[in-house]
């Protein structure tokens, strides 16, 4: 089956900083690639997502990269605020299949 | 409307008791699910409904009894349940399962404590 696996674990940075998280994955097969914002106390929400078909893709202050010959793909934030501190994952599925996700990585934006 | 409603929120039970989570969504979904997650791990899949009916079992203890009555609801029904059950119980939802799943949508989760 797929595996996930997600670094860092833990990441600080200071407001306005940028971060990056990074993702790999195992399942030659996997085409949908989305990432999940979960605040404390809430439930993962969808922040971005990309397919295999395409390379890079930018929501504002939100880019994720993926790479499929090397398996690995990434999320970037920009400009980083407070209200981005959170629990990151990432995620892959192939067709068909359940979505198998990341270990997860807290973000702490210090002001 | 773009929500995923769960009840109760928070969940207390003793191992002999028999207790129902709940959710909803109005979204016109055919595929829901039932994720457990532990503290600082992410969710994993417990079970998946595609059009009302049973799909996906990750073979889950039987203490933990899925229900979907029709394609709006679903049902996790808890009965003599351990301390390591102990978790949030995240319902979430997508158009559909297999191929062009779409996005899944999360509720807000079910905090249970076994004691």
């Known amino acids: 089956g797929e595996n996930v696996e997600q670094h860092p674990s833990t990441l600080s940075v200071q407001e306005g900083d940028s971060a990056v998280i990074k993702c790999t994955y195992s399942d030659s097969a996997s085409n949908y690639f989305p990432w999940y914002k979960q605040e404390l106390g809430k439930g993962p929400q969808l922040i971005i997502d990309?397919?295999?078909?395409?390379g890079e893709k930018k929501d504002q202050r939100i880019a994720v990269t993926l790479n499929k010959t090397a398996k690995h793909f990434s999320l970037h934030i920009t400009e980083t605020q407070p209200e981005d501190s959170a629990v990151y994952f990432c995620?892959?599925?192939?067709?068909?299949?359940?979505?198998?996700f990341g270990g997860g990585t807290r973000v702490l934006v210090k002001p | 409307d773009t929500e995923v409603t769960q009840t109760p929120k928070h969940l207390v039970m003793g191992m002999t008791n028999k207790k129902s989570l709940k959710c909803e969504q109005h979204?016109?979904?055919?595929?829901m699910y039932w994720y457990k997650q532990k503290a600082k791990k992410p969710p994993e899949l417990m079970f998946v409904?595609?059009?009302?009916?049973?799909?996906i079992n990750e073979s889950v203890p039987s203490r933990f009894s899925p229900e979907c009555p029709n394609s709006s609801l679903l049902n996790l029904h808890l009965h003599a349940l351990q301390p390591e059950d102990s978790a949030l119980y995240l319902c979430?939802?997508?158009?559909?399962?297999?191929?062009?799943?779409?996005?899944?949508?999360f509720g807000e989760g079910s905090r249970l404590t076994v004691l």
């Open positions: 990309i397919r295999s078909n395409v």
């Open positions: 979430a939802s997508s158009r559909k399962q297999g191929s062009d799943t779409g996005e899944l949508f």
């Open positions: 995620s892959a599925r192939a067709a068909g299949n359940k979505l198998t």
């Open positions: 409904y595609s059009y009302e009916k049973l799909s």
């Open positions: 979204m016109g979904h055919r595929a």
